[in-house]
Nanobody
Framework: QVQLVESGGGLVQAGGSLRLSCAAS????????MGWFRQAPGKEREFAAT????????VYADSVKGRFTINRDNAKNTVYLQMNSLKPEDTAVYYC????????????????WGQGTQVTVSS
């Protein structure tokens, strides 16, 4: 069992930055690939970024590539999402997730999910 808790969301103006954190329980955090997904009200959840167990490989959705950076600190059992140049269309609840099948953009490969943290970008 893995528990994930996101933090760092909030209200920011367009062009600003936020850094989201996801703290994981357990002693085997480094065994999991991690991902960030987001969901706007009334919309389907969509992939944002993913990172492999060691942090050596990352994949980003086209919508965030060049603006967002995912990284992890296995010693702290934490994965981060640095969000720069934020746009109003980035407004969503952001979810951290853990995969036992490696990094990827498919939602159904992630076994554990956090509760989400709200990010609101004003114009």
């Amino acid at each position: 069992q893995v528990q994930l808790v996101e933090s760092g969301g909030g209200l920011v103006q367009a062009g600003g930055s936020l850094r989201l954190s996801c703290a994981a329980s357990g002693r085997t955090f480094s065994s999991y690939a991690m991902g960030w997904f987001r969901q706007a009200p009334g919309k389907e959840r969509e992939f944002a970024a993913t990172i492999n167990w060691s942090g050596s490989n990352t994949v980003y959705a086209d919508s965030v590539k060049g603006r967002f950076t995912i990284n992890r600190d296995n010693a702290k059992n934490t994965v981060y999402l640095q969000m720069n140049s934020l746009k109003p269309e980035d407004t969503a609840v952001y979810y951290c997730a853990a995969s036992v099948y490696g990094l990827g953009y498919r939602e159904d490969q992630y076994r554990y999910w956090g509760q989400g943290t709200q990010v609101t970008v004003s114009s």
